[in-house]
């Protein structure tokens, strides 16, 4: 088992490029998520999921978007790449979230 | 607003010391509340609490919750430099998953 796998692992985007951050899962967990971690502000929640093709906002969704077309994928995308959306991401999958998650070995991100 | 708060924000023991880290907590409907470890890279998980009083122990770590007092504890005994890591704290409720800053542990030796 692979566990939860996030591709790429770094990136370097310009002011207003777009990429797509992808995180697979091979525990056939329902619940997927994206987080953010800069320095001093832990993990912060972007988007979740709670089963194929559902998505929601967590705290800091503003300027991303994310699809689950597959139950053991989940997308996350930047449209136009802000400076303030340099940080660590990371995926995780799990039950629900009053249980363990499992996450990803994180992409670490720099917008210039 | 759901909020987690955890202190101390960072902590330097010598091995061999014993560490208690605390996370308090303002959250609606609370369900759970979870520790976890972060080394270099991903958060590991350590133990996941939901009744009040319950100690979870797993070797030289140990954590309790406290409902009443909306808070938890997580101790760690005869600490090595191993144990060095951010100690994270989140809880789950109306708000999914909020989690608290870390406490980040240093332990010399």
């Known amino acids: 088992n692979a566990g939860v796998t996030q591709t790429p692992k770094f990136r370097v985007l310009k002011t207003g490029q777009s990429m797509t951050l992808l995180c697979a899962q091979d525990m056939n967990h329902e619940y997927m998520y994206w987080y953010r971690q800069d320095p001093g502000m832990g993990l912060r929640l972007i988007h979740y999921?709670?089963?194929?093709?559902?998505?929601a906002k967590g705290e800091v969704p503003d300027g991303y978007n994310v699809s689950r077309l597959k139950k053991q994928n989940f997308l996350l995308g930047l449209e136009s790449a802000a400076p303030s959306q340099t940080s660590v991401y990371f995926c995780?999958?799990?039950?629900?979230?009053?249980?363990?998650?499992?996450f990803g070995p994180g992409t670490r991100l720099t917008v210039t | 607003e759901d909020k987690v708060v955890q202190s101390p924000l960072s902590l330097v023991v010598h091995e061999g010391d014993t560490v208690t880290l605390n996370c308090s907590y303002e959250v609606t409907n609370f369900r759970s509340l979870l520790w976890y470890k972060q080394e270099k890279k991903a958060p590991t998980f350590l133990f996941m609490l939901t009744s009040s009083g319950i100690e979870k122990k797993s070797g030289r770590l140990s954590s309790i919750l406290d409902k009443k007092e909306l808070s938890s504890i997580l101790n760690i005994t005869a600490t090595q430099t191993g144990d060095s890591a951010i100690y994270l704290c989140?809880?789950?409720?109306?708000?999914?998953?909020?989690f608290g800053k870390g406490t980040r542990l240093s332990v010399i030796a």
């Open positions: 995780a999958s799990g039950w629900g979230d009053s249980y363990e998650q499992y």
């Open positions: 989140v809880t789950s409720g109306n708000t999914p998953l909020v």
């Open positions: 999921s709670v089963g194929e093709g559902t998505t």
